[in-house]
């Protein structure tokens, strides 16, 4: 079974920076996507950012500009830099990682981190 464990987050004031990391039990070059999601009080889950195996990211219109997303393929790790943080990007962030073999989808998910930004 995959593990994936984020760590990095906490409380932070608005305009500050703060890096998530999400380390997989399985080589992330197994997953054909991984991501951060978050999902604020009240709220339903909402992508942040996907980065492909090749590479390719994509971000949430929202956190375009401030947020980057990277992965490191010996550490089996991916990162979510928040730069420029503001109030609404409190949430807990959860790491996600895809893997389709053949027709079979199977999507694995961590257990979150909790950000908060004061303002």
């Known amino acids: 079974q995959v593990q994936l464990v984020e760590s990095g987050g906490g409380l932070v004031q608005a305009g500050g920076s703060l890096r998530l990391s999400c380390a997989s039990s399985r080589s992330i070059l197994s997953f054909n996507t991984m991501g951060w999601y978050r999902q604020a009080p009240g709220r339903q889950r909402e992508l942040v950012a996907t980065?492909?195996?090749?590479?390719?990211?994509n971000y949430a219109d929202s956190v375009k500009g401030r947020f980057a997303i990277s992965r490191e393929n010996a550490k089996n790790t991916v990162y979510l830099q928040m730069n420029s943080l503001k109030s609404e990007d409190t949430a807990i962030y959860y790491c996600k990682a895809v893997r389709i073999m053949y027709t079979t989808l199977s999507d694995y998910w961590g257990q979150g981190t909790q950000v908060t930004v004061s303002s």
């Open positions: 980065i492909t195996s090749g590479g390719s990211t």
